[in-house]
């Protein structure tokens, strides 16, 4: 788990650049996030999300604890599913 600055620090930066997000930058920061989210679940013993599909689970509310930083990119998968189908 992180800390809600970086995941709306993150957030506000994919929002701000949405139009101009390429797919190869987008699949290359969800695996940089990812890697650096499973060595801090490994360094520290915290739970860890391996899966698009636990991400998608996990409540982007503030009421509880944060989510994964990588949990920010949800809504942009869009652009990589629309690459593909072209």
Do not use: H
């Amino acid at each position: 788990m992180v800390c809600w600055a970086c995941r709306d620090d993150l957030k506000s930066v994919l929002a701000k650049g949405k139009s101009n997000l390429q797919v190869g930058l987008l699949l290359e920061s969800i695996q940089l996030t990812t890697e650096f989210e499973r060595e801090m679940s490994r360094k520290f013993g915290l739970q860890q999300y391996e899966s698009i599909a636990a991400l998608s689970a996990i409540s982007m509310s503030r009421t509880g604890p944060p989510g994964p930083i990588s949990a920010v990119f949800e809504p942009y998968l869009s652009i990589f599913v629309d690459t593909q189908d072209k």
